[in-house]
């Protein structure tokens, strides 16, 4: 019996809804010999819903990702508080994995990079929490328990289907209540996976470490704040953001989108690198269960960029965002050929 699933989604603002496009385009040319179907459920959300209605993430939208298996989400615009961060607190997405890939064709660092970043996604500084004290500003930074033992069970989870290997980053030389608690949690699940190897680094020495040595990372498990601002300086290491996908998952429901902006300077002209929000989708196939359709996604991107004939700008090439995905459909359709 053929599978079906009914994915949000949300086309975004700047270059999201081209980039949409491009990955319909993608999972279209996979259905075509897929032992299931997606129907798409159109889910406004961003700064143009909110010029349009007065607000960036109408009551529908909620409820139409809560009735569907999974959100594909392109990147919003000013709005994103009032988009990603409050559906990553409604249905508690705790765990935001940014896979961090070398990719041949692609100016990264070195060739061998692959790490993935697990970063908390519902607590930290994101909780918004701040208020004025007269002329002055405060921000509480909400760490609990809980949120650090789920964030540290999922990046072991992890590492097991990896290399089998854990970095904490944290600050708890100096944060010591919040970060110490981070700390002390991971310290606790790893007594739990003896068969997986684990390290601490201060969040200050991770970053230089990340561009002295990153093929030797395999899961790095992080708060909200540091995590958002790491994944991004191994994103560039690893080839730009334009490549970088991510997701935001819980226990129920799974969100997937580019971990870049919206890039209106570039919005409308057919020119954004599709690959980021490709490859999210094929994350979010990976959380579905579908993993044989996943690795042809991947491996579609693997041969578009190893040829190099058909990239769009930021890759050195001159192919428009459309293009670029027609390319990667074509070499799913020759992938499905050759493996019959």
């Known amino acids: 019996m053929t599978k079906k699933y009914k994915i949000a989604l949300m086309r975004g603002d700047g270059i999201g809804p081209e980039q949409t496009e491009a990955t319909l385009t993608v999972l279209s040319a996979l259905e075509e010999t897929a032992s299931f179907r ?57 765990a935001n994995l940014r896979p961090i890939k070398s990719y041949p064709g692609i100016p990264a660092m070195r060739p061998d990079i692959d790490m993935m970043f697990v970063r ?5 500084l994101y909780k918004g929490y701040e208020f004025m004290v007269g002329d002055d500003t405060v921000a509480l930074r909400v760490i609990t328990k809980r949120g ?4 540290a069970e ?11 290997k854990v970095t904490a980053v944290h600050k708890a ?18 007594a739990r996976h003896p068969d997986v190897s684990f390290e601490e680094l201060y969040v200050d020495a991770a970053s230089m470490h990340l561009i002295k040595r990153p093929q030797e990372f395999d899961v790095i498990v992080i708060t909200n704040m ?6 991004d300086e191994a994103a560039q290491i690893g080839g730009g953001l334009g490549i970088a996908a991510g997701a935001n998952v819980g226990d129920r429901y799974g969100l997937f989108e580019p971990i870049h902006g919206s890039v209106p300077a570039k919005a409308g002209k057919n020119v954004a690198n599709p690959t980021s929000m490709i490859l999210s989708a094929k994350l979010m196939l990976d959380w579905l269960g579908e993993a044989a359709a996943a690795r042809r996604i991947e491996a579609a991107v693997h041969k578009t960029l190893s040829e190099m004939k058909v990239v769009t700008y930021d890759l050195g090439g001159t192919a428009k965002t459309n293009e670029m995905a027609e390319e990667i459909a074509k070499n799913i359709r020759a992938l499905s050929v050759t493996r019959g």
Do not use: Q, W
Not at 120 to 124: K, M, R
């Open 226 to 231: 540091f995590g958002d601002i790491l994944s």
């Open 120 to 124: 908390e996604n519902t607590e930290d």
């Open 148 to 151: 650090c033992l789920r964030i």
């Open 173 to 190: 030389n100096v944060l010591r209540v919040t970060d110490g608690l981070f700390r002390d949690m991971c310290r606790e699940v790893s």
């Open 38 to 94: 997606m129907k798409f459920l159109e889910a406004e959300g961003g700064d143009e819903c909110m010029k349009r209605r007065g607000e960036a993430l109408p009551a529908e939208t909620v409820e139409t990702i809560r009735n569907s298996d999974a959100c594909l989400k392109g990147p919003v615009g000013e709005s994103a508080a009032d988009v990603i961060v409050r559906l990553r607190i409604l249905f508690d997405l705790y």
């Open 154 to 164: 999922a990046a072991f989870k992890h590492a097991l289907r990896r290399r089998k």
